[in-house]
């Protein structure tokens, strides 16, 4: 059985089949609610702004016009939201899941704590110093290497998502790395 692409279940909400939209909800929901989790880093906070980013979703589904995928649409929404959530509440910190060497990303690595809690302290020390890090990048930065790092979209996906020309998301994404490994280093990360 092929799964229904989001047209049809877009078409079938808009045609008054409101229980269609779970079926987006279900193919989209980890993808926005990591997202937002790695925004500001409080689970609560982030099912909570995933809920009103759907529901969002929901009341805008008449405005999508098909020019872009579907995905892009909603993670417009989803970056939208979340940068006036961030404007109307001053308290967030975001987890990162990689960190960069040179030019080279490398997945931050956790050892079984239960096996080596020197390792336990020397992970924790380093996941502290790279997320007081990440939150002290330029807002641009911290978001742009969210949907790179992160999310894993593509220079063109973040370039419609944003607003920006190609050029600008391949700076943005350079200047971000060379910053926050600067700043890593000087703190003895890396």
Known sequence: MSPINDIEIINRVLEGDKSAFADIIKKY????????YYQFGNYDEALDITQDIFITVMEALGSFRQES???????SIMVNHCKNYKKKNSRYSTVPLKIFRGDEEVDLQLQDTRENPEE????EDSLRILKEEINKLPEDFREILTLRDIEGLSYNEIS???GINLSNVKVRIHRGREYLKNRLHAR???
């Not at 336990?120 to 992970?123: E, G, K, P, Y």
């Open 160 to 162: 419609d998502i944003l």
């Open 29 to 36: 929901q980890n993808m926005v609610f990591r997202y937002v």
């Open 69 to 75: 995928k579907f995905s892009t649409w909603l993670y």
């Open 120 to 123: 336990r302290i020397i992970n």
């Open 188 to 190: 003895g990360l890396v």
